[in-house]
């Protein structure tokens, strides 16, 4: 295969973008996690390799299954016209909730119509994680972090599909099994419908299973263990449905329960943002996150640890990537590694592995 060996620093099959390549600071820790994943989306799509998308069935149970790269991203990602859009308002959502636009982390759009093709959520992730690497290598997991804002785009996405009179009836009857709750921000009114509540949402997950979309894309990058060294077969990509970002607050029963922990909140919010869309059309996202915090930091939704992620990703491409290290210099161009900061992990394993871009 024929990569593209410019002399100017670069990433593969990004020919338009919001960021700059030449410039030092596109880079940066934060950037790089968002831009080197949607190359490696693109080098594995010129390699016939799909991502493994992970979803849902009727009975809210976790499948693997492939999504083609032009079904994830909505275009060719080699195409002339894609043209990738970093930290981004993406415009099919903002009907729905309020305040000022939340970005999210790749929005791809067609560069000659301008046209909006799809809004995802970045997660670069390093296998194994800290509560997996003592463990034998085929129980390695990864940790998942969830900001609120993830959140919002899932309601969003909810909200998409029940945006018709009689839909968005059909999503009050699903809301409508829990008892009315005057105040929402006290942890004793709500705690006792948390079971009705997820039941609730589950209802709405098991009706929409046909129609769940791809919302977070989760590049996995292998090292040895705890040591900091790229194993030879080392990069992936996973794709998380909507649907099955819920199912990340479920493995816990919920019965019974008199904690609220972060998975139960996540669920609380997502059920409080579809109940204000029904009710007024819109919902206040800020709003619902910082009156319902039941005493937990914002600062994330949720972060699923490895012992818990393995129990969704564990497959053959967990134990064994499909692109190799010395494939990096084919997504990474032009000297790119040279304008790497090694301010996160990722980062400081490829300063530090000169030897695959020989």
Known sequence: MNFNKTKQPGLFGQKHSSRDYTKAECWGKNQFNSSFPASLVAYMYSKGLKP???KTTTNNEIIHDSIDQIELLGIDPLSDDAYYNFEAGFSPYEIY????????????????TNEVLSGLEVKLTALPDNTTKSLDESLWGTEIVMRPPTICFLACSICANFNTLDSKERLRSFLQIVPQI?????IEEVLPHYE?????????????TEKQKPLIIQPIWKTEGSKMRLKEECLDVFVWSNLS?????????ASNINKLNRFHRTIIWLYKMLLDYVTYNTFDYKRIIRLLSYNLANDKAFALPGTKSYHFL???????????KYEIKNIILGGGQDLLSPERRFDAVLVNSPDIFE
């Open 182 to 186: 005057n105040h929402w921000e006290e």
């Open 52 to 54: 493994i998308y992970v």
């Open 245 to 253: 970002v819920i199912q990340m607050c479920c493995t816990e029963d």
């Open 196 to 208: 009705q509540i997820l039941s609730s949402i589950l209802s709405i997950s098991a009706d929409m």
């Open 314 to 324: 564990k497959c053959k491409e967990i134990l064994k990537p499909r692109i190799s």
């Open 97 to 112: 909730y309020l305040g000022e636009r939340e970005k999210i982390d790749l929005v791809m759009m067609n560069s000659k």
